[in-house]
Every structure is written in structure tokens, then in C-alpha cells.
């Protein structure tokens, strides 16, 4: 069964300030998908980014950057010059192969100090 | 394009009371996924829908929960007999699935429910 660890239960960072967050995960699918969501106050989940096991590119996505490594089955997070905006929680999801169905992290509470 | 909506946002109710939830996915999106997320969790898989089939149900959906999704468009979570460790908020999410690739779940605002 798939499993994600998100190590890091809450950080705090200053506004500007460069944070970076974890994501581990398991899973017995030779192909597999990884997320990250995103959980503002306001409840709803985000979908921040989506990709697959053959793809170890680094991603960059304006502030947002996103490190897959499959030697360490991890999935880092990392956001630049974090802005109060960015303070929520955030989940890194892996889902069953076939049905889809999402295996969440317990999520890293993040916060922005101004 | 319209995202997933959910209706009630927040609901209070008493011991024992039933509910019923609404969840409207994205227009097109053949699968529907019904979530539950306790306070400092992920959320947890319920259940999910093929069109309008249920293909699976978790483990933590007791015989008090009820899902249907009739002509395959908008789905409804029914909870009887609510006790208070119901208290959670209810997720729908909405993707295009079923063609052998992994897409994505699009999230509603979920459902805050609160049993006293």
C-alpha cells in the first residue's frame, strides 16, 4: 500500500526567507504519480503540481520549485522568497495505481511571518 | 471552467440526526472521490465513482454512510444516526479517470460538520 511521510508537522519562516518542504513516500507501482496540494485556511485543497515516476526533472514553477528524487523516494517542496500569502498547509499525496484514489501526507502547516 | 462545489459548507447538527451532503464536479469529469479529513490529518479516501458506479468503499464508511451518484453528475453523502466522532470535514474531488492514466483530483470547498 502506498504511504507518505511528511516529517516537518509545522514550520515558521519569515517573509522572504527561502523554506523548503518534505515529502517521503512508498510505493510498490513501478509507475506512479506524486502531488502536492495546497490548504489555505479557507479549507479547500489546491492542486500545486502533478508528476510522474519517469520524469526526475526538476520542476520550476515561478517561486515554487519542486525536487523528485527516486534514490531517496523523495518529493521536496521548496518555495522562494515566501510571501504571507503562502501560509497554509501542505500535503504530498501519491495515488493507488488503477483507481486513482489519493494516499495523503499528514501535511506540513506552514507559516509566513511578515 | 466551473470547479467543484459543495453544499453546505458548514452543518451542525445533534446526536442521532441524519445528513445529507452535496458535492457538483467539474462538468465532463467522469469520476467523483468522496474524502474525510479529521483535524492535523490528510484527508482519507471514502469512497469513489466511475460515471455514475460506486467501484469502492473504505473501510471507514460504516453501514451509517450512504453515497450515490445518479446520472453520473452530481453525488450526495448521506450519514444517519451521526455520532460525534463523524466530526470531520467532507471533501469531494472530481477527475477525468478512467483512461489509464493517473489525472489529477480537482477539490471542492468541503463540508464542515460538526455533531453535538
Known amino acids: 500500500a502506498q504511504k507518505v511521510t511528511q516529517a516537518q508537522t509545522e514550520i515558521s519562516v519569515v517573509e522572504k526567507e527561502d523554506v523548503t518542504l518534505d515529502c517521503v513516500y512508498e510505493?510498490?507501482?513501478?509507475?506512479?504519480?506524486l502531488f502536492w496540494y495546497k490548504q489555505p485556511p479557507s479549507g479547500e485543497l489546491v492542486f500545486l503540481i502533478r508528476?510522474?515516476?519517469?520524469?526526475?526533472q526538476n520542476e520550476i514553477s515561478g517561486r515554487y520549485s519542486w525536487n523528485f528524487q527516486k534514490s531517496t523516494s523523495s518529493f521536496n517542496f521548496t518555495i522562494t522568497a515566501s510571501q504571507v500569502v503562502d501560509s497554509a498547509v501542505y500535503f504530498c499525496?501519491?495515488?493507488?495505481?488503477?483507481?486513482?484514489?489519493?494516499?495523503f501526507g499528514t501535511g506540513t502547516r506552514l507559516t509566513i511571518i511578515p | 471552467d466551473t470547479g467543484v462545489s459543495q453544499d453546505p459548507r458548514h452543518k451542525i447538527t445533534k446526536r442521532g440526526q441524519n445528513v445529507t451532503f452535496r458535492c457538483d464536479p467539474i462538468?465532463?469529469?467522469?469520476?467523483l472521490y468522496w474524502y474525510r479529513q479529521t483535524l492535523g490529518q490528510g484527508p482519507e479516501f471514502l469512497t469513489y465513482?466511475?460515471?455514475?458506479?460506486?467501484?469502492?468503499k473504505s473501510r471507514l464508511l460504516s453501514d451509517r454512510f450512504s453515497a450515490e451518484r445518479p446520472k453520473g453528475s452530481f453525488s450526495t453523502l448521506e450519514i444517519q444516526r451521526t455520532e460525534q466522532g463523524d466530526s470531520a470535514m467532507y471533501l469531494c474531488?472530481?477527475?477525468?479517470?478512467?483512461?489509464?492514466?493517473?489525472?489529477?483530483?480537482?477539490f471542492g470547498p468541503g463540508t464542515r460538520l460538526l455533531v453535538l
Open positions: 462538468s465532463e469529469h467522469n469520476r
Open positions: 499525496a501519491t495515488p493507488n495505481f488503477g483507481n486513482e484514489k489519493l494516499t
Open positions: 510505493t510498490r507501482d513501478t509507475t506512479y504519480y
Open positions: 465513482f466511475q460515471n455514475e458506479a460506486q467501484l469502492e
Open positions: 508528476r510522474n515516476s519517469f520524469d526526475e
Open positions: 474531488a472530481s477527475s477525468r479517470g478512467g483512461g489509464g492514466i493517473q489525472e489529477t483530483q480537482y
